[in-house]
């Protein structure tokens, strides 16, 4: 069982840094939350065989941001996967899902893997293309939102989360499968495990070396959301009164 996990280096969203946009070159970067669940749920699928990290990076200057999603993809290999593919790309800063997902799976395709395991989204920007996109890429079939898988053969059978329900899906390996938080509880890497993770290799890759074309793309920015409070402030009258005056002007703002 060879497996690959695709690990997200997002923005670490409690220590946003905002000027008049987000200052992405600022803010430092972490493992994407549901992606801990999926690096744990690799390490209990791959027992002696290999597990490896693929990550794509999306937020720039690139040299300084190269060097901290190595740094950070140092904790998943403390978690107990065994190396990790870092793609480093100036055509990959601010890319679409698109760009990003056949870089993933351009790297899936060169090293090999029997299961492709993500987070259901990542903690930056939530949208929760990426499995999917990367399993079109493949070819692969896609199982989405999964709380408890097996494999048996070459068959995966998965337990999976959907509003109103939980349904119960089989497909033939290999396939691409994006957890939620409740398949596990990711473990705390031990000392030892911090030390041994520190040997592990990490590769870096670019498109060229993944024979990957892209056309060019204009980095967006992204803008903080700003609120501007009415600054009404009712003084006058009784609690009673002042209730009374605050209902209607809820009223009149159609919260109400």
């Known amino acids: 069982m060879k497996v690959a996990v695709l690990v997200k280096t997002a923005l670490d969203t409690g220590q946003l840094r905002v000027r008049d946009t987000v200052a992405t070159e600022e803010t430092p970067l972490k493992i994407s939350d549901i992606d801990r669940n999926a690096i744990e749920e690799a390490v209990k699928l791959k027992g ?14 690139l040299q300084k941001k190269a060097q901290e ?62 499995p999917a996109r990367v399993a079109a890429e493949l070819g692969w079939p896609v199982v989405t ?21 939980v ?3 089989e497909v033939q390996l290999p396939a691409v499968v994006s957890v939620t938080r409740e398949i596990n509880q990711p473990r705390i ?11 592990k290799p990490v590769n870096r890759l670019t498109l060229a070396d993944l024979g990957v074309e892209v056309a060019p793309r204009i980095a967006a920015a992204y803008r903080p959301l700003v609120i501007q409070r009415k600054r009404v402030v009712i003084k006058d009258g009784t609690p009673e009164e002042k209730a009374e005056k605050l209902i209607q002007y809820l009223r009149q703002e159609g919260v109400i």
Do not use: F
């Open 145 to 165: 939102y999964v709380r408890e898988l097996k494999v048996e053969g070459g068959r995966l059978i998965a337990r999976r989360d959907l509003e109103d329900h």
């Open 189 to 199: 890497p031990t000392l030892l495990a911090i030390r041994a993770a520190m040997k």
């Open 48 to 61: 002696q065989d290999k597990a490896y990290a693929v990550t794509v990076l999306k937020w720039g200057p």
């Open 69 to 130: 999603a190595e740094n950070v993809l140092r904790e998943a290999l403390a978690m107990g996967l065994d190396e990790a593919y870092l793609v480093a790309d100036e055509r990959l800063l601010n890319a679409s899902h698109v760009v990003t997902a056949k870089a993933l799976a351009a790297v899936v395709k060169k090293v090999g893997a029997d299961i492709v395991l993500a987070g259901e989204a990542t903690v930056d920007n939530y949208t929760g293309q990426i």
């Open 167 to 169: 349904e119960v899906v």
